[in-house]
């Protein structure tokens, strides 16, 4: 319990300072324990711009051959790049909603760099 309470409280101090527009949207992670999710999101009009996951229909077939959960997580930043491209979005605000900037949540950040996105 103390873990999430710290984590909530890291997320509530980033909130503070990031927020995202329609122009540059913020790209939200969530961490489950198998699956990591991630979403653009319009905070001027609270809308999810586009949300991509490790459970995504276009990805089942490149996520068999991944070998871990941080590969799958890469493969998920570079799709939800490819998608934010189609849209006509390159800048974006990272939002780590408190987790630790390590692991599987940089690697959903790498791979969106690879695949264009600026941050």
């Known amino acids: 319990m103390k873990r999430i309470k710290t984590r909530e409280r890291a997320k509530i101090k980033i909130r503070k300072k990031i927020v995202g527009s329609e122009q540059i949207p ?21 809308k999810t711009i586009i949300a991509v996951s ?20 890469k493969l998920v930043g570079s799709l939800l790049a490819k998608k934010a491209l189609e849209k006509n979005l390159k800048n974006v605000v990272f939002d780590r909603s408190g987790y630790k900037y390590h692991g599987r949540v940089k690697a959903v950040a790498d791979g969106a760099r690879e695949g264009g996105l600026v941050f």
């Open 26 to 46: 913020r790209l939200a992670i969530f961490r489950s324990l198998n699956n990591i999710y991630a979403q653009l999101i319009d905070d001027s009009t609270s």
């Open 54 to 73: 490790s459970l995504s229909k276009e990805l089942q077939a490149e996520l068999n051959s991944a070998k871990g959960k941080t590969d799958k997580s």
